[in-house]
């Protein structure tokens, strides 16, 4: 079973793979590292050479690095890079200098039609961009694109609505080989903001921030009943603010959190599974999020801080429902708070780290005004680096910051490497124009009904997520496919997309393949399987809130419908998190859990009547188990 998990987890692990002996290499790597974000932090705030050199130097310099820390198999040498590494190595810089040397000629004096030395360059940055997926990510996206390929050049042997006219190998490798594909949109929007995103978030860990937004929440929440696990809870969203990273999270706030929650009587299967939820927070909790949010900024033309508005009411109900589940868990098992002398003081925290929200509230308010998520980013590091020297407790020197710097670009590497496999995907799909026959194909199926379409992306997502590691890639090709017909058939542009991107979430926490559950496991020293479960289990309601974006004005601030939604849907969470629990404010039996999962089926729609019902049942629930205790303690002191 432990082999089984530490498989899986392998997938979508992205931490250093070989350990480089030569200290040539090793200063290559952290040099280059550090170069590299200083560029590209200055591009952010002023301008760089050209937009083709800009997204291709992006690219090459992931590639470069991936080649030099990820070894090709298990059986390649793990302390050097071998020979074949090298001419990957030299591969890249040669496709990424021909494409920015060539590229106005290409495009403007040849129009686009290929040479002789197009196609070469052009195949070989397709073998180094696959490869380079295919060691970080994993092989799923790298079959994808292979099957891809191989459908561009069988589309006339195919029938009904596979069938498209075929390409030639020139004219299909000068599309994959240009700003369309490898060089399009997801590579151009990973290197604007998703890579400076992460560099921000890396360097506030750096300057304290990764200790406040843990100890704040242990000083709030330590003193009250399941404080480890809502510490946990808390401090995942408040972190994932900065990282945007599910197993970022895991592997930095786990660390202390598990642990301190077994210390305070939660099982370690329980431990973990809490973690596991509460690191999903961050990919969708205001400001930073995910990559994927970028993604849909650029595919749905709505301004990102827009999207970050919206995904906020969503977040909190989600946290919300996490919070309950821990209360309610704690006090079945008869937990107590964490003991005094464990928590910080409040004031300190505050008075020694409480400078490191500015950098945050600079970059909500530079969004607020309209500026580039890249802008933003650029004014919140140089804040962020400016504010740490200003106090003893964050203050850092130049070899620190290099080692940041080195950490950030790594932790980058994940979509560095996606991003042009992710460009390959989309090039195929729009060359062919599968995804519109798809599309119709989806919608003549569904016989009109928007549901079955819903109940399509549920399923998609969980088999989807089964085999591809990465939520970015997850969204981008369930978008592609699927948005449309969800769009056709009546649902919101926004709704449609955060229905996909938030349903994504649950690979992460949904057996077989739970990554995040598995790290977290492996963290507690628990069972992967168990931890997967019980994390499913309380993290139920993120399958079923997603829904909602559909049906009601939960994503929509400016209607005042959102207020009332977000009310009901709260006590959906708290319903389902006692029938799931199987605790109110007493042991329930189990005709109460079904009462309470009825409950949830009458709140979560957007409908007076039902909701009204809904509601009612949920105070005579609550009303009968208040009675049910007082009924109790009456008895214990009789019996005295």
């Known amino acids: 079973m432990k082999d089984f998990a530490k498989f899986f987890f392998s997938l979508g692990d992205v931490k250093e793979k070989r350990n480089l002996k030569s200290l040539y290499l090793q200063a290559i790597v952290t040099y280059g590292s550090f170069i590299f974000a200083l560029l590209y932090i200055y591009f952010a705030g002023f301008t760089y050479f050209s937009p083709e050199s800009y997204v291709s130097v992006y690219v090459g310099a992931s590639a470069i690095l991936i080649f030099l820390l990820y070894p090709m198999t298990e059986k390649s040498p793990k302390d050097r890079v071998s020979w074949l590494d090298y001419v990957f190595i030299i591969d890249v810089i040669a496709c990424t200098a021909y494409y920015c040397a060539y590229y106005t000629i290409r495009v403007v004096d040849r129009m686009g039609e290929p040479i002789l030395s197009d196609t070469i360059f052009g195949i070989l940055a397709i073998i180094f961009v696959l490869e380079v997926c295919r060691r970080i990510i994993g092989s799923i996206v790298f079959y994808i694109c292979i099957i891809g390929i191989i459908y561009c050049y069988a589309g006339p ?25 490898i060089y399009g949109t997801v590579a151009s929007i990973f290197a604007r903001y998703v890579f400076l995103f992460i560099i921000f978030g890396t360097i506030l860990e750096l300057v304290g921030g990764g200790k406040f ?225 798809l599309s119709s194909f989806v919608v003549a199926l569904s016989g009109g009904q928007l549901a079955f379409v819903i109940a399509l992306t549920i399923a998609a997502t ?118 799931n629990i199987g605790y109110m404010v007493e042991k329930v039996s189990v005709p109460i859990r079904l009462l309470s999962y009825i409950a949830v089926v009458l709140l979560v729609p957007h409908h007076l009547l039902l909701n009204c019902i809904g509601i009612a049942l949920f105070l005579f629930l609550v009303g009968s188990q208040v009675l049910a205790r007082r009924r109790s303690k009456a008895h214990l002191i009789k019996g005295r």
């Open 213 to 437: 937004f843990l100890e704040l929440p242990l000083a709030i929440f330590g003193r009250v009943v399941g404080g480890a696990a809502k510490l946990s809870i808390m401090a995942s969203g408040l972190f994932g603010m900065i990282t945007g990273s599910v197993m970022a999270n895991v592997t930095t706030i786990g660390t202390f959190t598990i642990p301190l929650m077994k210390r305070s009587g939660f099982k370690p299967y329980m431990a973990a599974g809490t973690e596991a939820c509460s690191s999903t927070v961050g990919v969708t909790m205001p400001p930073v999020m995910g990559a994927a949010i970028f993604i849909m900024a650029d595919f749905t033309g709505i301004p990102y801080f827009d999207i970050a508005i919206m995904c906020i009411a969503p977040s909190l109900l989600f946290m919300f429902s996490l919070m309950v589940s821990s209360d309610f868990q704690a006090r079945k098992d008869g937990l107590k708070p964490l003991p005094k002398e464990e928590l910080p003081n409040i004031l300190e925290i505050l008075k020694s780290y409480g400078h490191l929200t500015i950098p945050l509230i600079a970059l909500v308010a530079l969004l607020a005004k309209g500026y580039s998520p890249g802008y933003a980013a650029f004014w919140s590091i140089i804040l962020t680096l400016a504010l740490g020297l200003t106090r003893k407790e964050t203050r850092y020197g130049f070899s620190q910051l290099l080692n940041v710097m080195e950490t950030a670009v790594k932790r980058t590497l994940a979509v560095g490497g996606l991003a042009g496999a992710i460009g390959i995907i989309i090039g195929v799909v729009y060359k062919t124009g599968i995804a519109t026959k």
């Open 157 to 181: 042997l195919l029938p009904g609505i596979l069938n498209h006219p075929g390409t030639n190998t020139e004219d299909l490798v000068s599309w994959l080989y240009s700003s369309q594909s």
């Open 462 to 579: 969980f088999v989807l997520g089964m085999g591809v590691s990465s939520i970015t890639a997850d969204y981008i090709l369930l978008s592609t496919l699927l948005a449309p017909a969800l769009i056709t058939l009546g649902a919101p542009v926004a709704a449609a997309h955060l229905l996909i991107i938030w349903l994504t979430q649950t690979s992460n926490i949904s057996p077989p393949v739970c990554l995040s559950a598995f790290a977290a496991a492996a963290i507690a020293g628990a069972n992967p399987w168990r931890t997967g479960y019980y994390a499913l289990k309380i993290g139920l309601f993120l399958i079923i809130l997603p829904i909602t974006f559909v049906y009601s004005p939960i994503l929509d601030v400016t209607n005042v419908g959102m207020i009332y939604k977000f009310f009901t849907l709260a006590i959906a969470s708290f319903c389902l998190a006692a029938g």
